[in-house]
């Protein structure tokens, strides 16, 4: 499985991002799929996860309240909305694919993707 994260850039204090990730070469429809974020010097930290099918959703409390997850099955892809935007929310985000329904933790995925940027200016 090949995963492809954009969407990442540099935003103000309160803004919002929408990042993607796009994958391929596996069962997509059938992978539970996950975002961490990681800054250097600190552990990757679960942002959001959904199941294969897209009706269970979870979210890392750092988030919760201001993130989406959702999936689209047919063009094999997931996003994070992000909303409201903090600088405590810089750091390169990561899409992971496998584990199991509701995986917080980075050891429960199979397969990553290589991570996008974002930075919020204060």
């Known amino acids: 499985v090949q995963l492809q994260a954009c969407g990442g850039g540099l935003v103000q204090t309160g803004g919002s991002l929408k990042l993607s990730c796009a994958a391929s070469?596996?069962?997509?429809?059938?992978?539970?799929m996950g975002w961490f974020r990681q800054v250097p010097g600190k552990e990757r930290e679960f942002v959001a996860a959904?199941?294969?099918?897209?009706?269970?959703?979870y979210y890392g409390d750092s988030v919760k309240g201001r993130a989406t997850i959702s999936r689209d099955n047919a063009n094999t892809t997931i996003y994070l909305q992000m909303n409201r935007l903090k600088p405590e929310d810089t750091a390169v985000y990561h899409c992971?694919?496998?584990?199991?329904?509701?995986?917080?933790?980075?050891?429960?995925?199979?397969?990553w993707g290589q991570g996008t940027q974002v930075t919020v200016s204060s």
């Open positions: 992971a694919a496998g584990g199991f329904d509701g995986s917080s933790l980075t050891q429960q995925y199979d397969y």
């Open positions: 070469g596996g069962t997509f429809a059938s992978d539970h």
């Open positions: 959904i199941n294969w099918y897209g009706d269970r959703i």
